[in-house]
């Protein structure tokens, strides 16, 4: 197929790709040959780094049996607009709202409250609102008690948690578990 000018379709298109490619590495993105890392990597891949530390975890509570015991079954519904789905457990006064794809109480709550720390339970993820980041709850000691309680309700089962001893907490990264000293 030719286009007005009389040039290929699929030979235009590829210029303008190459055009395109060009664009972005003189934008810094890092390639390695005709890759972008980017598009493979990181958030154009739908891929989020959860976060190992949050300067807000003296916001919750202590996770003891009165405080655990609040915490309730993953298929509760939203308290504002009782939505069956998509919701959020506040880990800090333990209500339950609805996700920003729903009709957007979870973030209205943070943005009433400053209460900015939620667990989902769709996936089980922890989310920070002030932060605006996914915490890693397999590094961050303080997010087990309540991830767990929340696993046992929605499973059945205590979850599986990476081992602390292979857990560099300083970091979140695995260490390898034999080391040449």
Known sequence: ????????????SRKGKEKEGENRREEGAEWVGEVDLGELYGAAAGWVEAR??????GSLPPADAADLERVPPPDSPCSRCHHPAENWLCLICKDVLCSRFVNKHMLCH???????LALS??????????CDSYLDVQAILELRPVYEVAHLLKFGERPPFRSLEVLDLSTGENRSSS???
């Open 1 to 12: 197929m030719s286009t007005a000018g009389g040039e290929d379709s699929s030979s235009s």
């Open 52 to 57: 190992t530390s949050c300067p807000h975890l």
């Open 110 to 116: 943070y943005q009433e409250s400053g209460h900015c």
């Open 121 to 130: 339970f769709s996936d089980l993820s922890v989310w920070c609102f002030a």
């Open 179 to 181: 080391s040449g000293s």
